[in-house]
Every structure is written in C-alpha cells, then in structure tokens.
C-alpha cells in the first residue's frame, strides 16, 4: 500500500508575508511593528528560529535604511517621539523666511550662510534660504522638532 508523504514547504506563508512587508514598508514606526510581530510570530512557533534570525536582520536594515533616506523628518518631544538620528538639524529662523541648519557636515553654496558658532557637540550653524533648503532635504536626512504651542 502506498503513502502519501506531505513535504513542508521551504519557507512559512508568515515569513514570506514579513519579507513582504518589509519590503513595501515606508517608515521606521511600521518597521519597528513589524518586528514586534515577527517576535510574536516566533513565540507562537509560527516561523522557525532561522526565519526569525533573517526578518529580524531584514527589518533592522530596512529600519536603518528609512532612518537614513533624504528628508525632513518631524518629531514632537511632548507626545513622547525621540529626535531621529538625521545628518542636519533644522529650525525656522526667527524671521520666518530662513531656517537654522546645525551640522556636522560642512555645508556651502548658494543660499547658505556660515553662522560662525560651532555648539557643545561640534556642529557648525548656518542659515539658509527656503530654496536651499528644498535641495538641501534632497540630499540630506534632516530632523525638525515641532512643539505644540
């Protein structure tokens, strides 16, 4: 008499739905959901211990890769958001026509003016116009605090 033998696939549905995921995932907040739901998929032995291992490599790189990516990135400190981790610093200038860039980064060219004050943690400040900074978020991870008033 013959016997049907079931193979199991090689990979989970949940881990190639999670490879999904994180491939079409456009912010860090998502991306960290996402690995909380692949250490619960590991709890529940829904994905196995070495497909737990790669979506967690996977998802701290995507993490990593969005937290990295030109643009501005906004965060109010009163509801809790840490400050992203951005290559500038930006503030609107008192006037409202420029914005304050903090940087590490030695920035020049059209639009933008050294300050001539360098802070505790060794960052150059600069005002720059509004068309400067259009290109400058292009090029650069930009963090901006925005308070609630």
């Known amino acids: 008499m013959a016997e049907i033998i079931a193979f199991k696939p090689k990979t989970s549905i ?5 490879l999904k995921f994180f491939k079409v995932c ?3 907040a998502t991306c960290a959901f996402y690995l909380d739901t692949v250490e619960i998929l590991a709890r529940d032995n829904k994905i196995t211990e070495s497909e737990k291992l790669t979506l967690r490599r996977v998802g701290r790189q995507k993490k990593e890769a969005l937290s990295c990516a030109p643009g501005t990135y906004l965060y109010t400190p009163e509801m809790g958001q840490k400050k992203p981790s951005c290559d500038l610093e930006a503030t609107l200038s008192r006037d409202g026509k420029h914005y304050l860039i903090k940087s590490k980064i030695e920035l020049s060219g059209q639009g933008i ?3 001539n004050y360098t802070d505790k943690e060794g960052r150059s400040w600069y005002y720059v116009t509004e068309n400067a900074y ?4 292009k090029q650069y991870s930009i963090s901006m605090e925005c308070l609630l008033d």
């Open 134 to 137: 259009k290109k400058l978020k």
């Open 113 to 115: 003016r050294p300050d």
């Open 26 to 28: 456009n912010n860090e």
């Open 14 to 18: 949940a881990y190639n739905n999670m």
